[in-house]
């Protein structure tokens, strides 16, 4: 079956663009992470939504970012206004279950941001 | 402040060999431990994982440890193969969801 898809593998933005960056999880899964990936780091967690309901954004960097998932499947993390430290790959993860703890998260190919 | 530390970016190892990878963490609140593995332009895939109240798991040619005293664990892989070549993130989890990712270490897996 197919995995987590992400589009588009890569963007270039000018600053002061706004971008919006779509993940397609597997079908079924109940759980969707987006996490963010600077040149050099590990990803880190931005946001988790359990179907359609956002349960936790606390990882958002700034109001600048956005994500939402309004039917529970496919989600959209949008960047108002981009900033050159906002460049890095954005990953979204999907899980079957809710919050179990430990649970496979499954990964897309990510995002390429680059904001000249 | 890194709560999950893997200290070496990079590692060699002749095919064949055991491949060891290293990891420290600070929050005493995690408690469990993923490694997940990724190849360029994929993303990460997990690979193994160990619950706090376990010292060790094996999976086939893959097993961590984790000494919870220590606030270390480890990845070892034995015999390491050229596909094995990946960046390696240490990964540890608290509560339900929520997973904190190390800077992860590249391993070469030489012919």
């Known amino acids: 079956g197919a995995g987590v898809s992400q589009s588009p593998r890569y963007k270039v933005a000018k600053r002061g663009q706004d971008v919006a960056l779509r993940c397609d999880p597997i079908s079924g899964h109940v759980s969707l992470f987006w996490y963010q990936q600077a040149l050099g780091q590990g990803p880190e967690f931005l946001t988790y939504?359990?179907?359609?309901?956002?349960?936790?954004k606390s990882g958002l960097p700034s109001d600048r970012f956005f994500a939402e998932r309004p039917e529970g499947s496919v989600s959209t993390l949008k960047i108002q206004r981009t900033q050159q430290e906002d460049s890095a790959v954005y990953l979204c993860?999907?899980?079957?279950?809710?919050?179990?703890?430990?649970?496979?998260?499954?990964f897309g190919p990510g995002t390429r941001l680059t904001v000249l | 402040d890194q709560q999950v530390k893997q200290n070496s970016p990079s590692l060699s190892v002749q095919e064949g060999r055991i491949s060891i990878l290293n990891c420290d963490y600070t929050n005493s609140m995690f408690d469990y431990f993923l490694w997940y593995k990724k190849y360029p332009a994929e993303g990460p895939t997990f690979l193994i994982s160990?619950?706090?109240?376990?010292d060790k798991n094996e999976d086939g040619r893959f097993t961590v440890f984790l000494n919870k005293s220590a606030k270390h664990l480890s990845l070892h892989i034995v015999p390491s193969q050229p596909g094995d070549s990946a960046v390696y993130f240490c990964v540890s989890g608290a509560g339900s969801y929520q997973l904190t990712f190390g800077k992860g270490t590249k391993l070469s897996v030489i012919p």
């Open positions: 939504f359990q179907n359609e309901a956002q349960l936790d």
């Open positions: 993860a999907s899980s079957l279950a809710g919050t179990s703890r430990g649970n496979e998260q499954f």
């Open positions: 160990i619950s706090s109240i376990k």
